[in-house]
């Protein structure tokens, strides 16, 4: 995901990892550049919702941003540090007694 995001636009990317890009003027007085860093917002928003099954988006439909839509997946997919190792010493454990 990480290099299809970056192919359509660099940015995009850093908004997953590191947030919305912020917006402080009102939207009446919003220039060109504050309209391209909203509108990338948006954009990958919007990537991210198209990608997935409905399932996954229900699960993140009510996120704000999409830095928290990607935690959340990655949380329920990857699982927290403790779940990974958890698992590996059941693995171990597992394959010991194999």
Known sequence: MEFFLQGLE???WSI???GDLLVTNEKD???EDDKKEISLN???KS???????KKEFNRISACKSVMEMWEKLRITYEGTGKVKETRIDILV???ESF
């Open 42 to 44: 948006c954009k990958a």
């Open 47 to 53: 990537i991210l919702c198209c990608a997935l099954r």
């Open 10 to 12: 660099y940015q995009i």
């Open 93 to 95: 454990t597992q394959y």
């Open 16 to 18: 997953v990892e590191e």
């Open 29 to 31: 007085k919003w220039t």
